[in-house]
């Protein structure tokens, strides 16, 4: 079993950028389809951004294309989450997860699912 510990999250304006760290440990995160998830008061948890180990496919929810981007640094054994531009609507607790599957539609990825690691979270809120 893989264990997950989020960091980075906080406050922040909108427009401001934050950075998620998600650190694994007894297992090497780059042999995972790994993914963040976010879950806000009232209401489901939302796939944000997930990465194939295999071939590198990465999907993106349409809320934050072109704003977040995912990335892993193998050497730290590390999952990152680049969040540009943020907005109050991306307020959440954002989870970190391995395992993840990827949904394909007709042309390409459309979304994931969640797996079978997680890490505790780290609270989002943007707010002016």
């Known amino acids: 079993q893989v264990q997950l510990v989020e960091s980075g999250g906080g406050l922040v304006e909108p427009g401001g950028s934050l950075r998620l760290s998600c650190a694994g440990s007894?297992?090497?995160?780059?042999?995972?389809?790994v993914g963040w998830f976010r879950q806000a008061p009232g209401k489901e948890r939302e796939g944000v951004s997930c990465?194939?180990?295999?071939?590198?496919?990465?999907y993106y929810a349409d809320s934050v294309k072109g704003r977040f981007t995912i990335s892993r640094d193998n050497a730290k054994n590390a999952v990152y989450l680049h969040m540009n531009n943020l907005k109050p609507e991306d307020t959440a607790v954002y989870h970190c997860a391995t395992d993840i599957s990827l949904v394909y539609g007709d042309y390409g990825v459309i979304g994931c699912l969640g797996g079978d690691d997680w890490g505790q979270g780290t609270q989002v809120t943007v707010s002016s």
């Open positions: 990465n194939s180990n295999t071939d590198g496919t990465t």
């Open positions: 007894r297992f090497s995160l780059e042999n995972y389809a």
